[in-house]
């Protein structure tokens, strides 16, 4: 029942602000725009609940239907209220507003496999504290196997980007700033209620690697 509304500025970027909603869903959203005539999307099944950022290499990128009992797994998975926006890989030497291809789905039995083993289990676990259970959990999943962190930072982080330094012997994933300008930078500005970050072992192929990442995390 809340209405909002904004004029676009010369990149065709807009937004609104809505006030604060009691957790919940179902609820419908209707975008209009008047430009070049009357134009209009409607998104069904729309919840209020909490995000969490879940990000790092292939050990938040592991799915659950690599997991241990995926079939008790997969028939206990039946719970609209926990959905996975899965980001696909994508790397970029510029800084960029658009994200690769992107999933968004329910912890349905037909859906649950692709989500993120580490994220998922952790949203069950959070489900059966009483204050959680009634909360929808929206997980973004913005991961990438190999990557170390450099590769998910800025420019203004590290110092230099890839056209400054080479890393591990030039595989993408592993190259500052490639990352962070694809995936990352897209979406920034999304609030989340809490971050999750599995990564570290491509950033151990020495042990000033290892001191590094440290130094390179604090950032």
Not at 52 to 70: A, H, I, K
Request: net charge negative.
């Amino acid at each position: 029942g809340k209405e909002a509304s904004a004029t676009a500025d010369s990149e065709g970027k807009w937004k609104v602000n809505f006030p604060a909603t009691t957790y919940g869903g179902p609820y419908e959203m209707t975008i209009t725009s008047s430009a070049e005539g009357e134009l209009a999307k409607s998104f069904t099944d729309v919840y209020f609940g909490e995000v969490f950022y879940c990000s790092g290499q292939s050990n938040m990128e592991l799915e659950v239907q690599s997991c241990d009992d995926f079939d008790a797994v997969k028939a206990a998975a039946n719970d609209e209220t926990i959905r996975q926006m899965k980001i696909s890989k994508g790397t970029s030497y510029e800084l960029t507003d658009e994200l690769p291809s992107v999933s968004w789905k329910p912890a349905t039995s037909a859906n649950v496999g692709s989500f993120s083993a580490a994220a998922y289990f952790c949203v069950l676990e959070l489900k059966k504290l009483d204050e959680f259970k009634n909360i929808p959990f929206g997980i973004l999943n913005v991961s990438y196997g190999g990557a170390r962190v450099e590769a998910w930072m800025s420019k203004a982080m590290l110092g230099y980007d890839a056209y400054d330094i080479t890393l591990a012997q030039g595989e993408k994933e592993r190259q500052p700033t490639l990352i962070y300008n694809k995936m990352v930078n897209p979406i920034i500005g999304i609030p989340f209620k809490a971050m999750l970050w599995y990564q570290a072992e491509s950033n151990c192929d020495s042990e000033n690697d290892a001191k590094v990442y440290s130094e390179q995390f604090n950032n």
